[in-house]
């Protein structure tokens, strides 16, 4: 027999595919088995989990966010301090690697680019008030269970880059005009701490960011003067620019 | 006044979503004005266009595979060559830096890695028969572009594992358990050929293909000893090896 799940239950959980209901109800919805399982053993509060061999397939189906529904999922209440309207009183470490992300619109690249964070164990991830949500279930699929593990914020980057120039740190970001990341000297945020700032889909870096971003990085492409794409996906640029930073500090441990 | 467009040209271009349909009649389409642009001027054979200014927005809304259809789109033919029976008919040459993707299935995946392969320079890329089809439209759109330029071919991938070790050359897979891509000595395909398998985004490389692979290559997490993510998403992966390949490439261009 199944358990009996209301209506009014199932329109609630439909309806937080939407922003607006997550952020009236403060909450959002997790799943897949092994996801579920993530969010029952993480800092989130699991506010309530199905299992298809408990309600059934057809209302699993019924209540179910994805185009192939699967058989566990879940409703999370929002974490505390997602928005940062205040920097100052956000205490960001002497040292570390953060990222900041200028605008990313597509679901699929904020889960990829969670997923590198908790990957190469960037300590934070901020992101402007423009970047897709982060409790899209798309963005949360797609990060496999980083969203879990990854501590993110929104916050306005033009004021995070001041923030980390002001403390001494620097804020990285990829320009077609920037310099090579092989060639350049970098801030491994080992010693004071370092932000690299990844631009929109469409449009790179916005130009108030840009005017204050402290170092201007490049990917060089191969060979270094024939480039046949104009631009690398944003999420591929994370990864290449993150594993630059990472490699030095692995192959390199003496470095500053 | 637009231009008319009969009802069964436009269910024929509806229909070039199918795989089906694709290769029953060997087209495909391409949507968004810079894209057609690249069409008409890439080796591709261009069947014909329409551009919203032509034929009205309505007729492009009912043509258009895509969710918010852009103003221009054109159906192409799919070229020659595209699957390899016979490799030893195919001639690898002696040098050169390849891709292989055995059992890559999301789409955006698909595009993001050509989009790689442009930017690297990579001299074919090759896909095992259940790696998605590249002419889906979503495949298409997530190229931007790049599918004009890279070399791309179905063959089977055990074979073509063999086929480089044979020739001398060198077959790499990336496996949790395989040795660092930042301590591992690289056959950067300069005096021999080499080529990058990557595997399935759930499963990772096939029993088949993992048995030919010359070489097992791991990317490593931050710090080395605590990943956090289970794996990287596929084509991150993808880009992070190739990097590697040329970054050596390019800063230490005496090695071998």
Redesign the interface.
Known sequence: MSLPVSNNEIRFIKSLERKKSRDEHGMFVVEGAKLVDEALHSRFEVVRHYRSEDIGTDTMERMSLLASPSPALAVLRKPEGLEIKDLAFFSIPRNGLFLALDGIRDP?NLG?IL??A????IDSVFASPDTVDVFNPKVVQ?T???IF??DFHYCDIVRLCRFFSLSGGNAYGTFLDGE?I??KELNLGKDNCSLIVIGNEANGISKEVAANVTDRLF??????D????????A??AT??TV??F??R???HPTDR
């Open positions: 699929g990829t997923r590198i908790d990957w190469y164990g797609a496999m269970g980083a593990r990854v090579s092989y060639s990917i060089p492409p191969f060979p270094e024939e480039r046949g794409s104009e631009s690398l996906n999420a591929v990864a290449i594993a630059e990472r490699r500090a692995l192959t």
